[in-house]
């Protein structure tokens, strides 16, 4: 019954498990690495365009299975050919096998019966041991052994093949497409980007091609395998007995339609919890990239409010699953079981009427091989999900893939003049972004630009300069007209050699994560290290980079944020500047500076204009006065046009421009943060005072290659944290493991873990007891099946069919058992599963809300890695405690059952099952794990080229202005080949381990049976005994190798619940939820900073305050000034107490601040940052969000809204305050996001007021309207500014000038500038220009 037996027992469980193997195991692979399969969602919900797009494409797009195939080349295709044979020959030796089985029952019983004839009164007395002489039962027995061994290595070597040929061939494809889409994304035009969001492409490069590879794998050869199976089985069927196999195939459709049903309906329910979490993860990430701004308006209990809310259906839909995954395994068992009855007592009943036509062998046979095919085809159909997975999402790709590119950089077609003289016309130019269709940017706009002359581009924002720049470039084509460069319309000119001889410096430079003088070389691939310096020096520098440890080997970080604003505007100027370009393109190229690094920049590109064509951008027009040509653009067209002094006597668009800024509003768009280029200064004097600081920095670049762990990363700058974690999220974090310094976890007993689960308490008893009584099915059911087998060997017709036909009963009633047990199980496990992983998950956001802002500002709390936290940790951790108990009780209970039956009734055979059970466990361990697809496997080794990809495809516009797509595309490749390389390594592993698996059950089948051949032979048991031992302790091994396959993981859960626990256990240095501290009654707003030193957690060795004495009074203005990196906005945190100082104190209305309740002192403070950012909800909202303690009426809303100037805009959105933001006010401008956030500010009526640069990212009009706006709002408030620009902070009545951390001047305007000191000197370096 061997082979039979083990195979039958195998499906007997394993079909339950098998139908859904495949469902679960997509359900484990997705729990994993949610960052994987959540950016889709959560991607797709950022901003407005996205969501809309998402419902329409419900019917899913799918290619033909065979297009699927279309980058297979011969080699692969004779791969796969000898695969599918291979696999095909694998399914015919499972029904093969029963046959030798039947014949081994068929020997066992005949060899018994003349002992039951000739002595029935001796039945239970061995001694006197009668076997029919005629049947020699060890020879034939060995020679069915020697049947078993044969299968079992023919299986082991098709096995092997089948599954090694097809990875290999699937590896192949697979790179190929990966190359083959990156190739094609990196080439599209500008137009398509903008339609096409960074997050999805970067999923669809990664996981999408996952899916491709899982479905190209050796999934289509399983499915062959079972086909065949199933085919063979049937004909092995109507050979052996057409009738049984006719009853028996009635029934089937049940068990294989009831496996398909089911399996659907999990699949659709886990999609619908994947989609209902990313909705909260969505909410999560929004929340912790925008930390600064909750903690500032006290926003944690509504982001923790909001976050439960979108819980609650994930919840729903996990215990929906759970239960029907249960219910789903019952029933299978429950049919499964029912077909063993009718099987055996139809069987019986043809064995006494057609004697010649079936024996007890013949009836086994039949019954076997019709199960196996009914179950194979179970097992074929959710493969055949994997592969239309696959189907789908190849659409997209290889739509991709084949998208037309009218504008190819990669085309070697075009002109490419000898020289470039560098005159340029624009005639007649009239363009619209391809996102927006209806918006006109510009209506007719002609431009000469004569070689060698620099011609300057003004206006307000959104008049068409910095389009005009991006149409010479190529980005786009416009709509009507032409560019032409020296006579040659650029259409007619190859791409990538037009875009070669342009130089670029934009607003805000990208640079990569390589070392300086990489990411200079990326300006001109053959520049040699004298023309790197050469251009450094003329970037102004090769100052700051010869004072760092590696000098141009310094790495600059992720979006080189390891410098300051100033520094990365600089190197992004040597790099424009090192292929020493014809035409020069200077889009706002030294807004990012501070006024001193910016006269000496300025002074700098006015030495590199010199001889080139040059077309300059900037708001601040005392940068541009020089020009040749001035260019006034308004409403896409230019308006006016001469030189300064031209413009100035015209008094038309630039006049008015000049006045404005000239009247004391001077403008430019987003100078880089302080907070961005704050550790500039600090950065170099440090490297000259503090020896030792170099000296520990210089050590750890040694040690770790680069420049990350002593991070001069601001942690205070809002941009970076947000750009930093959209990295995170996509690239699954992979330096944040190995930072984790493996993160000394505390041992969590397991007594711990379960007390998570103890409110569910009486789900997990219920749930125990059902496990319990599940542990004896199948024992129970193995005593039954060999007692039914016994019963052939009785004589009396009668006594056969009555013993049968109680048997069979029997089948029935352990079937009904494990439907009720399961469904218990499931129910009661998957109830309080999913209320743990809900309450953790809440718990869990809870305390990272609460954490203070330093714990964020730690690489180890990305927000990506907080994101993944809360959707992998938290759902794990339910594997490691109700689920985990119940498997655990229905493994002892089932393990001490069949091992005392097997050892009552024959030890010897005993000893030696248990000898090959740990190996039977094993080998259907092993091909559960090997099956479930490889491609999470790989994914560690595709972490480079994900990062890599990420970082080309985020920073497409540089790449793309550089000319470099070839050169990230090269990178892009050999990244691969390491993983390419051990995935063909890994093909030959998964082959074997999926060979062995297989074989193994046939190896044993053989030796025990022998062995029971050899007992019986010799008297020391009987053949019942041999089959009840074999079923008992095989079933049970079998049950318990597929149960702990689909156990989850309870390494990977422990290690989530330390995370958790250690994350809810941290006491927050500055606990936001603390009811401590005093709450006065009033607060006029008396501010003193006295003797404050301080450092950022992350850089204890950086004094950036060094004894800041400062004080203004109540309804006074306090302006702080001073060069990037000196301390100012860390004063403003420190006022908000986002950390703790150092020494000193600072205190509000003579409290000190520590003293005050940490609630009540923020809601007295309205901050406007630089950077604001905004939820993705509406316009009415993301205002409320100001006041969090209360309802804001919409009075105060529009009040709030006039005061900002931002209500008639408002009023004229076609749905007003109702109007959705976007994904951090994605949908908006600067100026309009930055208005919004003043009327957040401004809705708590806070008796302080701090101005972060908040007009910084105005056009010269709004900055003027939004500047009344904030004076009006300063009347009878205290008010502290930050401003580069010194004109908007003239009519303070206090500035402070702060130099390395401390106060050195202060005074009124007028003061200062008689004092002639510090103060002046700004003033003059800003006016000389």
């Known amino acids: 019954m061997s082979g039979e037996v083990s195979q039958d027992a195998l499906y007997a469980n394993s079909y339950i498990n098998d139908g859904f193997v495949e469902d679960e195991k997509r359900r484990e692979d997705e729990m994993d690495p949610p960052p994987p399969e959540e950016p889709t969602p959560a991607s797709n919900k950022k901003g407005l365009f996205r969501r809309k797009r998402k419902e329409p494409k419900e019917p899913v797009k799918l290619v033909g299975f065979f297009q699927l195939l279309r980058f297979a080349k011969p080699p692969e295709i004779i791969l796969m050919i000898v695969g599918l044979l291979c696999a095909a020959a694998n399914g015919v030796t499972m029904p093969l096998m ?119 794998g050796e999934k289509i050869c399983l499915f062959v395998q079972y086909f ?31 496996a398909a049903v089911w399996s659907k309906i999990v699949v659709t329910l886990i999609s619908k919890e994947l989609s209902a979490y990313a909705k909260a993860g969505a909410v999560a990430e929004e929340f912790l990239v925008a930390i600064r701004t909750v903690v500032a308006f006290n926003g944690q209990k509504k982001a923790v409010e909001k976050y439960e809310s979108n819980l609650e259906e994930a919840r729903n839909f996990g215990e929906k699953k759970a239960i029907t995954i249960n219910v789903a ?65 190849a659409y997209e790709i290889y739509k991709t893939i084949d998208l037309p590119r009218p504008i190819d950089s990669s085309s070697k077609e075009g ?180 006024t001193q690094s910016e006269s000496i920049v300025q002074a700098a590109l006015d030495k590199a204009r010199a001889g080139r064509t040059t077309i300059i951008i900037a708001h601040r027009l005392s940068t541009i006065k020089t020009a040749d040509i001035i260019a006034g653009f308004s409403d896409g067209v230019v308006t006016e046009q001469g030189t300064h002094s031209q413009l100035m006597a015209l008094k038309g668009v630039y006049y008015s421009l000049v006045m404005q800024q000239n009247s004391g509003k001077t403008e430019d768009r987003s100078e880089s943060s302080e907070d961005d280029s704050c550790d500039e200064d600090v950065e170099e004097e440090s490297f000259e005072e503090d020896p030792v600081y170099a000296e520990i920095l210089h050590n750890d670049v040694e040690e770790h290659g ?51 689960n103890k409110p569910e308490w009486p789900y997990l008893l219920i749930g125990v007891l059902a496990s319990l009584v599940g542990g004896a099915v199948y024992p129970c059911l193995a005593i039954v099946f060999a007692k039914i087998i016994g019963v052939f060997t009785e004589i009396d017709p009668e006594v056969k069919r009555q013993k049968t036909l109680m048997f069979s009963l029997l089948f029935l009633l352990i079937g009904g058992v494990a439907f009720v047990t399961y469904f218990l199980q499931g129910y009661m496990f998957g109830k309080s599963g999913e209320l743990l992983t809900m309450r953790l998950r809440s718990q869990c956001f809870r305390a990272m809300m609460g954490q203070e802002i330093g714990w964020f500002d730690d690489n180890r709390n990305a927000v990506g890695v907080l994101t993944t936290k809360l959707a992998t940790d938290a759902s794990l951790v339910k594997g490691a405690a109700g689920s985990r108990l119940g498997l655990i009780t229905n493994t002892i209970c089932a393990l001490i059952i069949a091992i005392v039956v097997a050892f009552i009734f024959s030890w010897q055979l005993t000893l030696l099952i248990l000898a090959c059970v740990p190996i039977l466990s094993g080998a259907n361990f092993i091909q559960m794990r090997a099956t479930g697809g490889h491609a999470s496997k790989d994914q560690k080794a595709l972490e480079l080229s994900g990062k890599i990809s990420t970082e080309t495809v985020e920073n497409f516009r540089t790449v793309v202005s550089l000319s470099r797509e070839e050169v990230f595309f090269k990178k892009f490749k050999d990244s691969l080949s390491y993983a390419y390389k051990a995935a063909l390594c890994k093909a030959p592993i998964y ?38 031992v074999f079923s008992v302790i095989i079933f049970t091994a079998m049950n318990i190798g597929q149960s702990s396959s689909f156990a989850p993981d309870f390494a990977k859960a422990k290690a989530s619940a330390q995370r958790i626990l250690t994350l809810l256990d941290r006491k927050p240095e ?64 420190l006022l908000e107490r986002f950390y703790d100082i150092a020494s000193g104190h600072v205190s509000l209305d003579g409290h000190d601040i520590k003293s005050l309740n940490l609630a009540w002192l923020r809601s007295q403070l309205g901050l406007v940052s630089q950077e604001p950012i905004l939820f993705d909800c509406s316009i009415a909202e993301n205002i409320q969000y100001g006041d969090n303690s209360r309802d ?36 908006l401008s600067g100026g309009q996001k930055q208005r919004i956030a003043i009327a957040r500010a401004l809705v708590r009526h806070p008796k302080v007021l701090l101005l972060d640069e908040a007009t910084s990212a105005l056009d010269t009009e709004s900055e003027k309207i939004v500047q009344q706006a904030l004076d009006k709002a300063r009347l009878g408030r205290t008010c502290v500014v930050i401003a580069h620009r010194l004109s908007t902070i003239q009519n303070a009545d206090i500035i402070a000038v702060i130099q390395n951390g401390r106060v050195v001047e202060q005074g009124t305007h007028s003061q200062l500038m008689q004092r002639e000191g510090a103060y002046y000197a700004l003033i003059n370096a800003q006016v000389s220009h």
């Open 228 to 258: 065949c199976a199933f085919i063979a089985g049937i004909i092995i069927g109507f050979i052996n007995g057409w009738k049984l196999t006719l009853v028996v195939l009635a029934v089937s459709p049940l068990l294989a339609g009831s």
């Open 991 to 1028: 082959g074997l381990t999926y060979g062995i698996s297989q074989a193994i059950p046939y190896f044993v089948n053989a030796a025990i049976f022998r062995f029971g051949a050899w007992l019986i032979a010799h008297c020391y048991t009987q053949y019942e005994n041999v089959f009840l």
């Open 415 to 594: 002109h490419k003049p000898e020289t470039v003289k560098g005159d340029i016309e624009f005639k007649n130019i009239h363009f619209s972004y391809p996102s927006r269709k209806d918006v006109k940017i510009l209506q007719g706009v002609n431009l000469v630009v004569p070689r060698g002359k620099t011609i300057a581009l003004v206006g307000a924002s959104g008049c068409g300069k910095s389009t005009t720049i991006q149409l010479l470039q190529r980005f786009y084509d416009p709509d009507a007209g032409e560019i032409t460069l020296d006579g040659h319309d650029i259409r007619t000119l190859n791409v990538k050699w037009l875009r070669e001889n342009i130089g670029i410096v934009s607003q805000e430079p990208v640079l990569f994560a390589t070392t300086i003088a990489e990411n200079i070389r990326y300006g001109w691939e053959n520049a040699t290290d004298e023309d790197i310096e050469r251009a450094v020096k003329e970037a102004n520098a090769y100052e700051f980079i010869s004072k760092l440890p590696d000098k141009m080997n310094t790495m600059v970080g992720e979006r080189g944020a390891q410098l300051s604003g100033g520094q990365k505007q600089r190197i992004a100027i040597a790099r424009a500047l090192v292929k020493n370009p014809k035409i020069l393109l200077l889009d706002e190229a030294t807004s990012a500076l501070d």
């Open 98 to 216: 029963n046959v030798v089985y039947g014949h081994v029952t068929d020997i066992f019983v005949k060899s018994a019966q003349p002992f039951n004839l000739t002595g029935l009164g001796n039945v239970t007395n061995s001694s006197k041991c009668l076997i029919n002489p005629e049947i020699d039962i060890e020879a034939l027995m060995a020679t069915r052994a020697y049947y078993f061994v044969g299968i079992g290595v023919a299986v082991f070597i098709v096995g092997t093949c089948q599954v090694t040929l097809f990875l290999l061939a699937a590896t192949r494809q697979t790179k190929r497409i990966r190359e083959r889409y990156f190739h094609s994304v990196i080439h599209q035009q500008m137009g398509w980007f903008d339609t096409h969001q960074v997050g999805v492409l970067i999923t669809r490069l990664t996981d999408d091609i996952n899916t491709i590879n899982e479905g190209l």
């Open 1192 to 1227: 804001v009426s919409q009075t105060e809303i529009e009040e709030a809204a006039k005061s900002a100037n931002i209500h008639t805009f408002i009023q004229n959105l076609p749905e007003t305050y109702n109007t959705r933001v976007g994904d951090k006010g994605a949908q």
């Open 1070 to 1133: 500055i606990d936001i939820y603390s009811e401590k501290g005093d709450m006065p009654g009033t607060c006029t707003g008396n501010i003193e900073f006295h003797d404050v030193h301080f450092m950022y957690p992350t850089r204890r060795n950086v004094n950036v305050l060094q004894g800041l004495n400062v004080s203004v009074s109540s309804g006074q203005t306090l302006a702080l000034v001073g060069g990037s990196g000196c301390g100012k906005s860390t004063s403003i945190q």
């Open 329 to 393: 395994m019952g029933l299978t068992h429950f049919i499964s079981l029912g077909m063993y009855a009718l099987a055996f007592w139809y069987g019986t009943k043809l064995t006494v009427d057609e004697p010649e036509n079936y024996s007890i062998g013949r009836v086994l046979t039949v019954f076997s091989a019709v199960r196996i095919s009914a179950l194979s085809l179970g097992r074929a159909t959710p493969i055949l999900e994997s592969v239309a997975r696959a189907r789908g999402a």
């Open 706 to 756: 680069t420049y990350q762990n002593v991070s001069l990363r601001r942690t205070g700058s809002l941009r970076r944290r947000s750009s930093k974690k959209k990295k995170t999220k996509f690239l699954k974090k992979p330096a944040d493991k190995e930072n984790k310094e493996e993160e000394k976890l505390p041992e969590v007993p397991f007594k711990r873990v379960l007390a998570l």
